[in-house]
Structure formats: C-alpha cells, structure tokens
C-alpha cells in the first residue's frame, strides 16, 4: 500500500519560506509525476506545481517565481518551497502522486494527509 | 489559466440521478483526455473517482461515472445517497507551454 505522510512546519510569518515535504512510502518513484496542490479556507483546489520521477519540474504561472519542488530518490521524498510567504498563500497543501501510464494515468490518485499552513504577523 | 467552471452548487433526492459539468476550453478539457474527477468531504483529502474521462479506479462504485462531450466533462451519480453529499472537483491538463494542469471551481453536492 502506498502512503504519503506529509510534514513541516504551518505557522509562518510574512516574508518567510515555507518547506514541506511527503514522504513515499511503499511503491517506487519511477512512472509517475508527484504534484502538489493548495486550498485555500473555504475554496477550491489550485495546481501548485509538479516534478517527474528524473527531477522535470512544472509550476503555476502565478507562483513560479517563488516556488522551487525537488525530489530526492535516496529518501523517497518530494519537497516543496515557496518563499516570500503572505497571507494570500494560507491553506491546505497536499501532495499528491500522479502516474504516468496505466491505472490511473493523468490523474491525482493518491494524496497525502493535507498540512495546514497559516502566514500570519 | 483560468479554472474550469462547474455549478457551485447542485441537489438530488435519495435514488435520483445528477450531473455535474465542467466546462473548460479548447487548450484544456477540449484538448485531452486527461480529464478526472474527485470527492472531498470536509477536513480531508480528495479521492479519486474517475481518470481518462470515464475510467473508475478499482473500489470506486459504478454509480460513479464520467463522460465529454468537447469543452465539457461530466460526472454522473445515480442512486443518489446521503454519504455522497460532498464537494467534486473536476481536473485537467492544460495545452500550454507551462505543462499546467487546472482544477474545477468545484461543486457542493447537497443530498435532499
């Protein structure tokens, strides 16, 4: 059974640089893209961005200029930074596992535990 | 990219049958189909209902199902039960030389 654990720290203050991380555990890397996607309170779900197995990375548009996803195979674990922190980017952040072929092919299909984060002075 | 837009809002009747669409463009749900649909219940992560448009992961129940029909996908619930009252969100890749991907607007799914 494959989880996803997710954790670091959810309580920033403005300016700072979140870091969060989900660790893979009981499948493999390869054949799939590992995405993570935010929620703000009370709305709907964002694309943040997402990297490939051989480390291609993605991002939204709107946060490419802050945002930063790697991978490290020896520990099976995807992280996520994004600096310059501000209110606007408080919620839920997920990360999910795409596979790239196959059941499931294109699709989120499954996710980590969800890590709140709050920015706030 | 803009999201896709789905109602925000849709109700059914215990045994009733309803659809939820997901309207997008030619760059996106038009342009694959890579589209796939999700539950979430409050305070949890989405799951999982339906991939390549009308695809159902194994354990996921047929009352589930999906289709498309050009810009728009739909996802389909007959036999409407209480524990199906949710949010779904659509989701689809995007035709842009960013390889985004979009989500819905979501939708809030009220048993009656």
């Known amino acids: 059974q494959v989880l996803l654990r997710q954790w670091g720290a959810g309580l920033l203050k403005p300016s700072e640089t979140l870091s969060l991380f989900c660790d893979v555990s009981?499948?493999?890397?390869?054949?799939?893209?590992w995405t993570w996607i935010r929620q703000p309170p009370g709305k709907g779900l964002e694309w943040v961005g997402d990297i490939s197995h051989s480390g291609y990375t993605n991002y939204t548009p709107s946060l490419k200029s802050r945002i930063t996803i790697l991978l490290d195979t020896s520990k099976k674990q995807v992280s996520l930074k994004l600096n310059s922190m501000t209110a606007a980017d408080t919620g839920v952040y997920f990360c999910?596992?795409?596979?790239?072929?196959?059941?499931?092919?294109?699709?989120?299909?499954?996710w980590g535990q969800g890590t709140l984060v709050i920015v706030s002075s | 990219h803009s999201a896709l837009t789905q109602p925000a809002s849709v109700s059914g009747s215990p045994g009733q049958s309803i659809t939820i669409s997901c309207n997008g463009n030619?760059?996106?749900?038009?342009?694959?189909?890579?589209v796939s649909w999700y539950q979430q219940f409050p305070g949890k992560a989405p799951n999982l209902l339906i991939y390549e448009v009308n695809k159902r992961p194994s354990g996921i129940s047929n009352r589930f199902s999906g289709s498309k029909s050009g810009n728009t996908a739909s996802l389909t619930l007959a036999g409407l039960q209480a524990e199906d009252e949710a949010d779904y969100f659509c989701?689809?890749?995007?035709?842009?030389?960013?390889?985004?991907?979009?989500f819905g607007t979501g939708t809030k799914v009220f048993v009656l």
């Open positions: 999910a596992r795409v596979p790239s072929y196959g059941s499931g092919k294109g699709a989120l299909d499954i």
């Open positions: 009981g499948g493999s890397f390869s054949g799939f893209y």
């Open positions: 989701y689809s890749y995007v035709n842009s030389r960013t390889f985004e991907k979009v």
């Open positions: 030619s760059s996106d749900v038009g342009n694959f189909n890579l």
